[in-house]
């Protein structure tokens, strides 16, 4: 053999080598195959054993389109609803699959020139949600919110950062589908967020109350001529004189008589109120913190028609200091706050007095007092660890009135014999804080209880020192050091 036909035939050994080692290769490690625009065409299906195509799923949006090639030439194709999707034949092995403008389910089948199938496709018509996948990855780039398609309607998965974030997604699908029952949400809220809300309700009230007046009163005979004068001068700003008031009486004469009694009160007072009510409750959740009580007050007579005997029926009025509110954790620590906060208590303004007969001779009484009640409800956003007033109220009421006998009271200095005059200031000034907290549970050793220390004292101490009960600290634990200023510690009144 000459060496050109040696050379010849070493070359075809080579070329089958190669071409046997690129084979295989691409086939063993398909990442090492390039890409190239056919790669990008939806192959056919391969046929079973029994000679039947296995029908292949393919789904498309409204409007898209996919390239089919196949390995025979198509002689005849069947569209199942050509409203849905559509087959347009280009040449011989090749065709277009298009959706169509609605949403939908259909088949298409692929027939060679002997009647045999070539293949088969279930076709999927479903919204194009492309544009709302980009969407929700640039918006919400901290969730994880898969969006499909089901018939016109669009099923939202996965996960979210914040309840927020979530119902931004639902948001933006309902926008897509028109909301209602095609829209389908079925995200989870990972790690929701616990709020502690912590509310003062700081209150100072002041009054101030004056009274003076002069009664006059004159026994006057002449022969058989009796003339009584009596000038009672009512104080009418405070409603009635004070109670326990002072009075200064003073007689002239035997016959004829003048008593005078001069009634001179001044009461001062000063009423502080602080509440801090605290209440936890998680992200998008709401809670409510009643501490107080019911008072009973008549709601009328129910009579028994037999016996013909009345008894009060009792209705009950609560008071005392409650706080409601639903936190949502926004973005950036910030929270959404909507809260109803009162506070309320027993008071003898405005009182009444209700009197019941019981038989000829006895009367019962019963005084229903009033409900003095400082409430207030609002929506605010604060980020976690601030402060903000969220109500406040500066009131300055003043009272002043001067009875007496017209004419007599108008007189310089000696009018005042004749008059009563009575003065009445009420200030309050009454401020509403609110603080929340993002927070997190800790270990029970790092918590404090108002009991801690608490120690009863043995019966010598009680008797002999008058003491109450000891305070110790708590056993094991180890306080951090710290610098005071000023006086602290416990006072005992």
């Known amino acids: 053999m000459n060496s050109g036909a040696r050379f010849a035939k070493m070359r075809t050994s080579m070329v089958r080598a190669l071409s046997f080692s690129a084979v295989t290769a691409f086939t063993l490690n398909p990442a090492l195959t390039p890409v190239i625009a056919a790669d990008y065409r939806t192959p056919a299906p391969v046929a079973a054993g029994d000679g039947q195509m296995n029908s292949r799923f393919l789904s498309l949006g409204v409007g898209k389109a996919v390239v089919i090639d196949l390995p025979r030439e198509i002689k005849d194709v069947l569209v199942a609803d050509p409203k849905i999707a559509n087959a347009v034949i280009r040449s011989s092995q090749r065709a277009y699959i298009i959706g169509g403008d609605k949403p939908g389910q259909t088949n298409i089948v692929f027939f060679d020139s002997a009647g045999q199938q070539i293949a088969a496709y279930d076709i999927a018509v479903k919204r194009d949600l492309n544009g709302v996948r980009a969407a929700l990855k640039q918006l919400l780039p901290n969730s994880d919110i898969q969006i499909e398609g089901v018939g016109d309607g669009v099923v939202l998965a996965g996960t979210a950062a914040t309840p927020i974030e979530a119902q931004q997604a639902a ?24 709020v502690m809300l912590k509310v003062t309700v700081a209150e100072v009230a002041r009054s101030i109350i004056k009274q003076l007046g002069v009664d006059l009163s004159a026994n006057l005979t002449y022969g058989t001529a ?9 104080f009418t700003a405070q409603g009635g004189p004070l109670v326990g008031g002072n009075a200064l009486t003073t007689s002239f004469g035997a016959t004829p008589s003048v008593s005078t009694t001069l009634r001179a009160m001044e009461s001062a007072g000063v009423i502080r109120t602080l509440a801090e009510p605290n ?6 959740e709401s809670a409510t913190f009643i501490a107080g009580g019911e008072f009973p007050i008549p709601a009328g007579y129910a009579c028994d028609p037999t016996t013909h005997v009345c008894t009060t029926q009792i209705s009950y009025k609560k008071f005392g200091v409650s706080l409601n509110f639903t936190p949502v954790v926004l973005t950036a620590g910030r929270i959404s706050l909507h809260v109803m906060t009162e506070v309320s208590e027993l008071s003898n303004e405005n009182s009444i007095t209700v009197s019941q007969a019981l038989s000829s001779s006895t009367t019962n009484s019963i005084t229903i007092p009033s409900i ?22 500066i009131q300055d009421q003043t009272k002043q009135a001067i009875n007496g006998m017209p004419g007599l009271m108008q007189l310089p200095v000696l009018g005042s014999l004749f008059r009563s005059r009575d003065f009445v200031n009420n200030q309050t000034e009454l401020m509403i804080l609110v603080t929340p907290y993002v927070v997190r549970a800790v270990a029970q050793k790092d918590l404090s209880r108002p009991d801690d220390g608490f120690t009863a004292v043995s019966d010598p101490q009680a008797d002999l020192l008058g003491s109450i009960n000891r305070i110790y600290g708590v056993p094991g634990r180890q306080e951090p050091a710290r610098n005071y200023r000023g006086q602290y510690g416990f006072i005992t009144d």
């Open 279 to 284: 209440l936890t409750a998680i992200s998008g």
């Open 171 to 194: 948001d933006l699908a309902g926008r897509l589908v028109g909301g209602g029952d095609k829209l389908v949400n079925s995200i989870t809220v990972r790690g929701r967020d616990q």
């Open 226 to 234: 009796v003339v009584n004068f009596n000038n009672s001068n009512p």
């Open 372 to 393: 003095k009640t400082r409430r207030t409800e609002t929506t605010l956003e604060i980020p976690s660890g601030g402060a903000m007033a969220m109500a406040g109220l």
